[in-house]
């Protein structure tokens, strides 16, 4: 039986396993897949343990960035945005890849949300931001401005941003998720200047699957989505890599996507 695993500090919130198991019943694989926590101080004996025995894995928040020193190499994505969220082993080669591109991507397409000729702004800088900004770009976004709590140069900080706002949010932030401190990025006097000037809102947190953000896009009345999507898509292309695919049969994607649902028993009404 093969054998896969997510690894991450928290993972009480993922719900990787019943993705990943969603796909094995839909194409016969026999195969298990695992959520491993790792304290950053367990991390190395961890991974290395996963190179070992497994025949891939997944990478979330905070070792996107960290796990890169222990793989053999990277692919042109993740050697880019600097972020690995898949590797693959094959003949005692790991490989890092980053399949969050292609998943933002993808929620985008699927709720219609068009960033092309449009200002872009992505809350939050870490691994995942990355893949936003370039998938924004990709889509033909006039700009993308990124917006941390510790602004770099050529960045904003949360202060400047109802200011300069319009047209695309993103929330690339833990910001909503389920054990997570922080029930929103912006604060309600930030939301009542931002919302009246943008074009969408997209959230990368799929659990739960409406934000406090989603929900004050959705009662604005703007088009918006959640992470589920991305993080189907995602894995559906992780998947791709570790079975060996050119490519998914047709409909696999949407096929797991509404087995999670039921199998969680989510409500995707707002």
């Not at 972020?83 to 969050?100: E, W």
């Not at 706002?165 to 922080?182: E, K, Q, R, W």
């Not at 009246?196 to 009345?221: F, Q």
Request: with cysteine.
């Amino acid at each position: 039986m093969k054998r896969y695993a997510l690894i991450g500090e928290h993972l009480g919130h993922s719900w990787s396993r019943e993705i990943h198991e969603a796909f094995f019943r839909l194409m016969g694989i026999e195969a298990r897949y695992d959520l491993t926590e790792l304290a950053p101080e367990t991390l190395e004996d961890g991974v290395r343990r996963l190179l070992a025995e497994a025949d891939g894995f997944n990478v979330t928040i905070p070792y996107k960035r960290r796990v890169m020193p222990f793989l053999s190499a990277l692919d042109d994505t993740a050697r880019t945005l600097g972020a690995v969220n898949t590797v693959v082993l094959v003949d005692g080669s790991a490989t890092g890849f980053n399949t969050d591109l292609y998943g933002f991507m993808e929620m985008l397409r699927r709720a219609g949300i068009d960033p092309a000729g449009q200002p872009c702004f992505i809350l939050g800088t870490g691994g995942v931001s990355g893949a936003a900004r370039a998938g924004l770009l990709a889509m033909g976004a006039s700009s993308v401005m990124l917006v941390s709590r510790h602004p770099a140069a050529g960045q904003l900080s949360y202060a400047e941003l109802p200011e300069r706002f319009s047209g695309v949010l993103v929330n690339a932030t833990p910001a909503g998720m389920l054990h997570f401190p922080d029930a929103c990025p912006l604060s309600d006097d930030a939301l009542r200047q931002i919302l009246p000037r943008a074009a969408a809102v997209a959230d990368i947190v799929a659990n739960p699957l409406e934000t406090p953000l989603l929900k004050s896009a959705g009662e604005a009345g703007l088009p918006c989505c959640g992470g589920l999507t991305m993080l189907v898509a995602q894995a559906m292309e992780a998947e791709r890599l570790w079975q060996g695919l050119t490519k998914l049969p047709d409909g696999l994607t949407d096929a797991v996507l509404q087995e999670v649902i039921q199998t969680l028993g989510l409500n995707t009404g707002r």
